[in-house]
């Protein structure tokens, strides 16, 4: 957590998101489908997919761009050098 200027701390995002969820967002964020993540974590497409709309609400985001730009943000996942 970093702290705010007014010395109180801001509150943990990720701190609503299931240990899974937090498995599967820096999954989102690198650019990964619901099929490719579920064949990473042996879950099915559709389990992927209902996991990655949980994160989208519990965040108040609007689609897996908003999700991996929260990622980038927050130091979930970091830009790779191609």
């Given at each position: 957590?970093s ?23 820096p ?39 908003q ?16």
């Amino acid at each position: 957590m970093s702290p705010l200027t007014n010395g109180s701390h801001r509150p943990d995002p990720l701190e609503h998101l299931s240990p899974r969820e937090k498995e599967i967002l820096p999954l989102v964020a690198r650019g990964m489908d619901n099929r490719e993540i579920g064949k990473t974590l042996f879950i099915s497409e559709k389990t992927a997919k209902n996991y990655v709309t949980s994160i989208r609400k519990k965040l108040g985001l609007k689609n897996r761009t908003q999700i991996a730009l929260f990622a980038l943000k927050e130091g979930v996942v970091e830009l790779e050098d191609s």
